[in-house]
């Protein structure tokens, strides 16, 4: 560690140092906190969305369970990177991209962040405005007339909710974890109960063959499921350092990813795909959105209990997939400026005028959304991985990280480490056009394992380049 008094640099902030970590994130949070990132109407929607390849059941849950395991081992590196340095992600990327150049993948990961969080916003607002109807049935006027696409009723709900998980952020990194750990075994509940009483009402008869569409399937499709699965957590996977830096040791990382991924996700796949398939059943189709399931049910009481844990649970993932990531990026663009309350508000605030509720129609368009993300996020995580596990062999000065002086270790040209803009540019503008080109969209699902590949191979070589160089700004 450099001896660099870090407190009076302009890029600091307490809570960002690595003495606010708290090493209080066991094995169980990290596992709750997996729950809390799966369990949602978000996830189960993007899950059954998967319909749309053409492939069958039993093609999904192999698809599915192979993208989970890619992902455990994907966030055992960018874990454990983040519990050893135990900063969290825009800090963490100084080392990469340099003390400013880092607020590029700051920003990046934020705009994704902000859009799911009001999605899921969106999404858990709709649980609670069909409970309303149904316990307040005069409560249906207010669905008369809409602003920006969202009816009174609506938009009641929404900003209740999201004033709901501000007071949650707050108080704090400690609140999200004592929040993920009941919000991540709570939807349980509700997701066991929703398959209990659609196969009950399916005759406790599945068809494990059958297919949205009769075009697709095949290995091509099964990889490009899987893929998908692995773009739909890689915002998170980039950032799960935001979270990890808590925790006490490496094992306690793996451990966590090992009971919340490989048991966990799975699971949650394979009881989604349960309740899709009995759905099917019943009304002659799968049912893309839960709301639909739950408008069904004619117990008021049982109805309330499955909206609260839906409500808990998609307020859970909320705060951990898509409220902190975007809380530390514009604390760390603005370190002397923002606190971790004022940069939560702001986050609330800016996920309002996204207008969720247009970004969100149906599965394949979510999926699309889902391998957009992928076409940004997975050349971050490839040169930020590379850069760490490969360029500098796990070795980071977390002192340097914010030292902000032109003799800074991570101070670069002028604050931009050019070898990683460079390489995010070129591994960028080819994902991006893997997404977004019609004529290549056979190739938008693996955007992320290319961006990751291309990434991290073209950073290496201009980084090791540059080292070589008798003008190097690349300094180990």
Not at 93 to 115: C, E, K, T, W
Not at 170 to 183: H, N, P, Q, T, Y
Not at 340 to 345: D, E, L, S, T, V
Not at 383 to 412: E, H, S, V
């Amino acid at each position: 560690m450099s001896g660099y008094d870090k407190t009076g640099s302009r890029i600091y902030n307490p809570e960002l140092a690595p003495e606010s970590a708290t090493g209080t994130w066991k094995t169980w949070n990290l596992f709750a906190w997996w729950m809390s990132g799966w369990h949602s109407l978000g996830g189960y929607t993007f899950a059954i969305g998967l319909f749309a390849l053409g492939l069958s059941g039993w093609q999904m849950i192999l698809a599915f369970t192979a993208g989970v395991v890619i992902l455990y081992f994907t966030n055992n590196l960018s874990g454990v990177a983040g519990q050893q340095v135990k900063v969290p992600f825009p800090v963490f990327a100084r080392a990469s991209f340099g003390v400013y150049g880092a607020n590029l993948p700051a920003i990046l990961r934020a705009i994704v962040a902000i859009a799911w969080y009001g999605i899921q916003t969106y999404l858990a607002s709709a649980a609670v405005m069909l409970l309303v109807l149904k316990i307040i049935p005069s409560s249906s006027a207010l669905q008369a007339g809409s602003f920006v696409g969202l009816s009174t009723l609506g938009w009641i709900c929404f900003l209740a909710l999201s004033v709901a998980q501000l007071l949650v952020l707050s108080r704090g990194m400690e609140a999200v974890r004592k929040l993920s750990d009941f919000a991540g075994p709570a939807i349980w509940v509700a997701m066991i109960f929703l398959a209990i009483w659609v196969l009950a009402r399916a005759n406790w008869s599945i068809d494990f063959s059958y297919r949205a569409v009769e075009t697709g399937g095949g290995v091509t499709a099964i990889l490009s499921a899987m893929f998908i699965v692995v773009s739909y957590l890689a915002g998170p996977t980039l950032n799960f350092a935001d979270f990890t830096r808590n925790a006490p040791d490496e094992q306690t990382v793996r451990r966590g990813n090992a009971w919340g991924l490989l048991l966990n996700a799975t699971a949650f796949g394979a009881v989604s795909l349960i309740i899709a398939l009995a759905s099917v059943k019943v009304y002659g189709k799968a049912v893309h959105d839960p709301i639909e399931l739950l408008n069904d049910i004619d117990s008021i009481a049982i109805l309330l209990v499955a909206i609260i844990a839906i409500g808990t649970a998609t307020a859970g993932i909320n705060i951990i997939l898509n409220f902190v990531a975007p809380v530390y990026d514009i604390i760390n663009i603005w370190p002397r400026h923002f606190t971790f309350r004022k940069a939560g508000m702001l986050v609330a605030l800016l996920s309002v005028v996204t207008t969720p509720w247009n970004l969100f129609s149906n599965p394949v368009i979510i999926n699309h959304f889902i391998g957009g993300v992928g076409a940004l996020m997975g050349p971050l995580y490839g040169i930020i991985m590379a850069d760490y596990y490969i360029f500098r062999g796990q070795a980071i000065d977390a002192n340097a990280l914010f030292d902000d002086r032109p003799t800074g270790k991570y101070f670069y040209k002028n604050g931009y480490n050019p070898s990683a803009i460079y390489a995010l540019v070129g591994a960028g503008l080819i994902t991006i056009c893997l997404s977004v080109l019609p004529y290549l969209s056979a190739w938008a699902p693996f955007s992320w394992p290319i961006g990751v590949a291309v990434g991290a191979f073209s950073y290496l070589y201009l980084a090791r380049a540059a080292e070589r160089s008798p003008k190097a700004a690349i300094i180990r």
